[in-house]
């Protein structure tokens, strides 16, 4: 089966040329996607030098918005969606997240920090199937009726999905890996704020039913 990453990604300038290059050197992937959703820095850049196929919105739509972007825009048939600003990943990684799919195990695999920092681990201990770091068949994101609109909720909608219709998920332990979190891409205050509606959007969704 062919295999795509989709990555959205929003001024993450810093750490998008390292994610995108670590996907690269998978044998088993065919092809990298990164959308980036209203950037106004390097990021569509350093992506596509570092061999990424990029896809430009001119406006942020929402990360649930610029993964199905990047969804539609390919023909693979299972999709690893990583985050833009992880910290620490490896081939090996992205391996133990696709294999299990690829190879019929599971319908889901959902990635979770460990022995990463303290703050992002913890948030992943506290709610473990919000990540952003999953893989799973094309086919079951067609089934879903709001994923495009979904803002940060996007993990607990897929999750949910899942869940619903009695799929298989199995969390997969991801060693020595975070991400950059919003205070210190924004400041104290802005990112705080900004973590706060996350954390609210991902209430907001988790209550919702699929159409």
Not at 64 to 91: K, Q, Y
Not at 126 to 154: C, E, H, W
């Amino acid at each position: 089966m062919k295999v795509a990453v989709v990555i959205p990604a929003k001024n993450e300038e810093n750490t998008i040329g390292d994610v995108v290059r670590v996907c690269k050197a998978v044998s088993i992937i065919d092809e990298v996607i990164v959308v980036s959703d209203g950037s106004d820095d390097k990021t569509a850049y350093l992506a596509n030098i570092s061999g990424a196929k990029v896809i430009e919105l001119p406006e942020n739509i929402g990360k649930g918005g610029a993964m199905m972007v990047g969804v539609n825009n390919t023909e693979a048939e299972v999709i690893l969606f990583l985050d833009a600003d992880l910290i620490g990943l490896t081939i090996n990684h992205v391996n133990d997240l696709l294999l299990p799919v690829l190879n019929g195990e599971v319908e889901m695999t959902v990635g979770v920090f460990e022995h990463g920092r303290l703050a992002t681990d913890l948030a992943q201990v506290i709610a473990p199937y919000l990540s952003g770091q999953r893989a799973l068949k094309k086919t079951l994101l067609m089934q879903m009726s709001n994923l495009d609109v979904t803002r940060f909720g996007v993990e607990a909608a897929l999750t949910r999905f899942a869940k619903d219709q009695g799929m298989n998920l199995k969390k997969v332990l991801l060693p020595n890996m975070s991400h950059v979190m919003k205070e210190e891409k924004l400041g104290l205050v802005k990112g705080f704020a900004a973590r706060m509606k996350m954390y609210w959007e991902i209430a907001l969704n988790a209550n919702k039913k699929e159409d």
